[in-house]
């Protein structure tokens, strides 16, 4: 489950985690976009239930320099041994650059560069190199992990994809169908033993079709028209569904963007149905070759209504011990 959940604070999130181990949920992956850092609710997590698995999908590897990245990653890991795996990926301009006045410059290479550096810094070797993109001189973790966290590269088209399968952990996959992802797959070239697959899912647990496509086609309209995810959507061959949301965003009609998304396209990328329709849909990922099936939870009529209690009420719907408990 991706975490923070909305509508809890933070201080509260001890129920939501209970909530989640109860209901079967084995792992809490947090996100770094304009709400929570991406480790707080891990490092909480971490704390107030110590058998959830902890991942980051994904801290960018702009907004912070390379050390405090890794000092970041080394306390969690210390934190949880054995339990915490790092995601990093280049994020997008809007963040980088738009938010954290940071040059969103060669993500391609500096993604490889943090990749390199971090593996080497966690293993608490002293790192003294000039990279492509930055340079380190004479840098060691003070409190390296006695167990060096798995790093994960979020990745959309084939050179970033070849470079996880080459160089990283794991690989995290993101805005793509289940049916897509043989593709992303495919580009990974031969995978070493105990590489991991994560994806994160968007999921809408509700019948209210309407609602949940209206819902879909704000969040693609939003994510799918920025560069890098347009160019992965025409890479898995949707150019000609995407066109008319493309030329509508460019000619500045926001509206019409949202209205030109087909709903088969909605419902490929934006789960929605019942607790168990959403369920089967997330296990066809997993039957396609994912290890680590991450749901993005997204607001419901019923829990906009029903608030915390109707939150929880659903992340037990959505976990398999109710399957378990209802067989």
Do not use: K
């Not at 809890?8 to 792992?27: E, N, S, V």
């Not at 990926?89 to 971090?118: I, K, M, Q, Y």
């Not at 810094?121 to 492509?132: F, I, M, Q, R």
Request: proline share 7%; hydrophobic share 50%.
């Amino acid at each position: 489950m991706t975490v923070p959940l909305g509508g809890i604070a933070l201080a509260q999130h001890d129920a939501a985690y209970a909530a989640l181990d109860r209901a079967g949920f084995t792992d809490v992956w947090s996100s770094e976009v304009a709400g929570t850092d991406a480790f707080t609710p891990l490092a909480l997590a971490a704390a107030w239930q110590p058998g959830l698995r902890l991942g980051t999908a994904i801290t960018p590897v702009f907004t912070r320099g390379p050390g405090l990245l890794a000092m970041s990653a080394a306390a969690l890991a210390e934190a949880a041994p054995g339990r915490f795996s790092l995601g990093i990926g280049a994020s997008s301009p809007v963040l980088v650059r738009d938010w954290n006045a940071v040059p969103f410059d060669e993500p391609f290479r500096r993604t490889r560069d943090v990749l390199r550096f971090l593996r080497a810094a966690l293993a608490g070797e002293t790192v003294d190199e000039a990279y492509d993109t930055f340079t380190v001189r004479r840098f060691t973790l003070e409190r390296p992990p006695a167990v060096p966290p798995p790093i994960l590269l979020a990745a959309l088209r084939p050179g970033m994809l070849r470079l996880a399968g080459a160089e990283a952990d794991g690989v995290i996959l993101n805005w793509l169908s289940a049916d897509d992802v043989p593709r992303a797959l495919a580009e990974l070239g031969e995978r070493r033993t105990g590489f991991e697959v994560a994806a994160r899912i968007f999921v809408c647990p509700t019948e209210d079709a309407a609602y949940a496509r209206a819902l879909g086609r704000r969040l693609i309209t939003s994510y799918l028209t920025v560069p890098a995810y347009a160019e992965f959507h025409r890479w898995l061959g949707r150019d000609e569904a995407f066109a008319p949301m493309w030329a509508a965003w460019a000619a500045g009609d926001r509206r019409g963007a949202s209205a030109a998304v087909p709903d088969e396209v909605v419902d490929a990328l934006v789960l929605h149905g019942s607790p168990e329709r959403c369920r089967a849909e997330v296990r066809r990922y997993a039957d396609n070759g994912v290890d680590v099936p991450i749901v993005a939870l997204l607001p419901t009529p019923e829990v906009t209504a029903g608030g915390a209690t109707a939150l929880l009420s659903l992340i037990v719907q959505l976990g398999t011990n109710s399957v378990e408990a209802s067989a």
